[in-house]
């Protein structure tokens, strides 16, 4: 393979900081739930996530997008955001945050098996044991010191249920819009268009009295600061180095993400991550990787 130009080297260097700028995203939305509840600390997040990206991407072009896009596309986009950080705002506790986090990052390998089920991908037979494998790294995250034990993962589950359920409604919403993204979108981008629908959503919601400014900490603060230029520097990096850099590299380094995430979220919300937990975050990259790579083989 030749070596790569200087300027895709840098375009690729670049977009690997996307995946460390994810990587914080669990553990700064939960400060900000954290410290202005539901809505109002997030509205303040994305309108100034909206401000980044409008400065380094620009207004998107909506005339350009189809109708199915606009009306499909987007709301699953924003429909995954709600859940994200509704599932870490009802989490109880740093450490349910770091579970409801992982369970989040099901959707590497949902991306590979949707694109494989609806969007004509082929792929080796190796996809479907790397799809189990997540899920059996999930097993893993959520059964802690106890291992996987049926009756004690339901009682585990059982204690908040809608936390782990809405993680796992954002996955499939995440994986499902990156295909249709993928389809439907023609090149453009809607990064902006999806932010800005966020951060109506949320305002609204802090209008209707679910969070409030007044309360906010230092550390509510700079997790609001932090996480707008961590998420819009993420999607604005992703896409440099996508266009110009080594897509086969970044779309490996992407599926560390959650290691980078529980790293991050140990050191800024004091999450304490055992080792039958590291087990099962890298049993999901592994299988995230597994299934990555059976698309590769028919390239």
Same mark, same amino acid.
């Given at each position: 393979m030749p070596p790569l130009r200087e300027s895709s080297t840098k375009a690729t260097l670049i977009g690997l900081s996307a995946p460390i700028c994810w990587g914080m995203s669990v553990g700064l939305v939960r400060g900000i739930t954290e410290?202005? $509840?539901?809505?109002?600390?997030?509205?303040?997040?994305?309108?100034?996530?909206? *401000?980044?990206?409008?400065?380094?991407?620009?207004l998107?072009? %909506?005339?350009?997008? /189809?109708?199915?896009?606009?009306?499909?596309?987007?709301?699953?986009?924003?429909?995954?955001?709600?859940?994200?950080?509704?599932?870490?705002?009802?989490?109880?506790?740093e450490q349910q945050t770091v579970e409801v986090g992982?369970?989040?990052?099901?959707?590497?390998? *949902?991306?590979? *098996?949707?694109?494989?089920?609806?969007? $004509?991908?082929?792929?080796? #037979?190796?996809?479907?044991?790397?799809?189990?494998? /997540?899920?059996?790294?999930?097993?893993l995250v959520?059964? $802690?010191?106890?291992? %996987?034990?049926?009756?004690?993962?339901y009682l585990h589950i059982q204690q908040n249920p809608w936390s782990y359920l809405l993680a796992f409604l954002g996955a499939v919403a995440w994986g499902a819009y990156s295909n249709i993204v993928r389809a439907w979108a023609d090149g453009h981008n809607p990064?902006?268009?999806?932010?800005?629908?966020?951060? *109506?959503?949320?305002?609204?919601? #802090? %209008?209707?009295?679910?969070?409030?400014?007044?309360?906010?900490?230092?550390?509510?603060w700079i997790s609001v600061v932090l996480g707008a230029i961590a998420v819009g $520097?993420?999607?604005?990096? #992703?896409?440099?180095?996508?266009?110009?850099?080594? %897509?086969?590299?970044?779309?490996?380094?992407?599926?560390?993400?959650?290691?980078l995430s529980c790293l991050f979220a140990s050191l800024w919300i004091g999450a304490s991550i055992s080792g039958p937990f590291w087990l099962g975050v890298g049993v999901i990259v592994a299988g995230s990787l597994l299934c990555w790579s059976s698309t590769i083989a028919v390239r």
């Amino acid at each position: 393979m030749p070596p790569l130009r200087e300027s895709s080297t840098k375009a690729t260097l670049i977009g690997l900081s996307a995946p460390i700028c994810w990587g914080m995203s669990v553990g700064l939305v939960r400060g900000i739930t954290e410290s202005f $509840g539901m809505a109002a600390g997030l509205a303040v997040f994305n309108w100034v996530t909206c *401000l980044f990206l409008l400065l380094t991407i620009g207004l998107p072009e %909506i005339r350009k997008f /189809s109708r199915k896009f606009l009306f499909i596309g987007i709301p699953l986009a924003n429909f995954y955001t709600v859940c994200f950080c509704l599932s870490l705002y009802l989490a109880d506790g740093e450490q349910q945050t770091v579970e409801v986090g992982m369970i989040n990052y099901l959707w590497p390998c *949902l991306v590979v *098996l949707f694109a494989v089920l609806f969007n $004509g991908e082929r792929a080796r #037979w190796w996809l479907w044991p790397g799809v189990v494998i /997540s899920f059996f790294g999930v097993l893993l995250v959520l059964g $802690g010191e106890s291992d %996987i034990q049926p009756a004690e993962l339901y009682l585990h589950i059982q204690q908040n249920p809608w936390s782990y359920l809405l993680a796992f409604l954002g996955a499939v919403a995440w994986g499902a819009y990156s295909n249709i993204v993928r389809a439907w979108a023609d090149g453009h981008n809607p990064t902006l268009l999806v932010f800005f629908i966020d951060a *109506l959503v949320f305002t609204s919601l #802090w %209008i209707a009295g679910y969070g409030d400014l007044s309360g906010g900490t230092l550390h509510g603060w700079i997790s609001v600061v932090l996480g707008a230029i961590a998420v819009g $520097g993420a999607y604005a990096a #992703w896409n440099y180095g996508m266009m110009k850099g080594n %897509i086969t590299l970044l779309g490996v380094s992407s599926y560390f993400t959650p290691v980078l995430s529980c790293l991050f979220a140990s050191l800024w919300i004091g999450a304490s991550i055992s080792g039958p937990f590291w087990l099962g975050v890298g049993v999901i990259v592994a299988g995230s990787l597994l299934c990555w790579s059976s698309t590769i083989a028919v390239r």
